[in-house]
């Protein structure tokens, strides 16, 4: 007990190894800071891509450079998917790169693993009853403001609100970004180009026309996420297979799988049910977790983390060293001390452990100020963003980069347990470095000035 009493008095005596507490506290803050904002940003990213794209994509886009013409039969590859154990539902869409009128520009980003295109919209056509079972499409709708939000959720491609939409528009729901940046409301008109589907023999004969048509904005929609917010749209299916004139109706079939099945086995199973298609087809039908369309994506995110932790840990070193020198200081200022608790018959191990005890109050008192510093500041991360913002005349987060308008955090307890370990690790080492200088004095020499 008399170890930590000394350990606790030299600590308030010396304030230099503050310095240390203070450096332990600044590392551990940072490090729980930068892991809880990544972990944040991956959970909220897995949040919406299962939202938006739900667990599994069955990918249905027929193969023309392989086999010209050949299409398969989404509504028959629906139903064996949905008959499949661990399936809880399944949706076919139409996806489809639209091109804005030449006025309209949406603003260019280049996000993490991301990039939008000023002038083109990503239309996804779904078919509402389906679309709601399998992603949070009903979700994102009650998200957008009330002066932009459908007026009916169960029929959000109506257009009896709107009287004076032109013969064959096409009901479109934009993303809410998007509706802000090209100044558009309900009820305003939009006129959209793609390029229709066709083989090789016909682009030989005919060459290629763009396919225009005229779409009516019935609301908008938002996931939370910057760039799906900013290039998404979603259109009847049916009427964007019109309007694209496409030769299939469905470029992929969205899979929700049942709580607690595993991805990865459900994925092995559907690509056995489906086989039978990819012999009538001639290709085999690419089937994709979240995870594995998300891979390089997540892989950036977590190679930035580590990287970040790895230059963070850099001030629980210097923590270290400091503490080092700051304990060689007090040696030399505590001889006397060390010399009289030899002559009272301690040893050297135990007077070297009373300081190896100071670096551990060291480095507990600064890991326990980092801890609840680094919540702290992790909890209100955004308010003290926007201070900064409004001091400086700028924004440090970019949500065209990060996705995100606000900052997500998310506390991970194992990378957080982690990081203090490696703390404890680092700074107990250089404080029995320190202590080893004890071990080896003389008594004699220390007393002998005395």
Known sequence: MYRWVLAWRW????????????????????????????????????????????????????????????????????????????????????????????????????????????????????????????????????????????RDPARPFDLAPFPAAPAGAVPLLIGERCAQELHLERGSLLELMTIPDVDDQTVREQGVAAQAGRFVVVGTFATGSFIEDLTRAYAPRGDLVRFAATLS??????????????????CATLRTRLAPYDLESGFETPILTWEMKASEVLSAIDNQRGV???????????????????????????????????????????????F?????????????????????LAHNINAVHDALSRWTGGRLWDPGVYFFEEIPVAFQ?????LAVAATFAVTLLFAFLASLRVARLDPVETLRHE
């Open 11 to 150: 600590l308030k005596s010396l304030p230099i190894l503050w310095v240390s507490v203070v450096g332990v506290l600044l590392g551990v803050a940072s490090i729980l800071v930068v892991d809880s904002i990544f972990h944040g940003v991956t959970q909220e990213l897995a949040r919406i891509w299962r939202g938006s794209a739900s667990d599994i994509t069955v990918q249905t886009l027929p193969a023309l450079a392989r086999t010209p013409g050949a299409t398969l039969p989404t509504d028959a590859m629906v139903r064996t998917i949905v008959a499949t154990e661990g399936v809880a539902g399944a949706a076919p869409r139409l996806r489809r790169p639209c091109v804005l009128p030449p006025g309209m520009k949406l603003p260019e980003v280049i996000a993490i693993g991301a990039i939008s295109r000023r002038s083109v919209l990503d239309v996804l056509g779904v078919d509402v009853a389906a679309e709601d079972a399998v992603s949070d499409f009903q979700a994102y709708l009650a998200a957008a403001p009330e002066q932009r939000r459908v």
């Open 249 to 266: 109706p469905s470029t992929e079939i969205a899979v929700k799988a049942a709580a607690g099945v595993d991805l990865d086995a459900l």
């Open 308 to 354: 970040l932790d790895l230059c963070l840990f850099f001030i629980v070193i210097v923590a270290g060293f400091n503490l080092l020198v700051s304990i060689h200081l007090l040696v030399t200022e505590k001889l006397r001390d060390v010399g009289t608790l030899a002559a009272l018959g301690g040893s050297a191990l135990g007077i070297a452990s009373i």
């Open 356 to 376: 190896t005890a100071l670096g551990v109050l060291v480095t507990v008192i600064g890991a326990l100020l980092g801890l609840v510093a680094g919540a702290l």
């Open 413 to 417: 307890p194992e990378l957080i347990g």
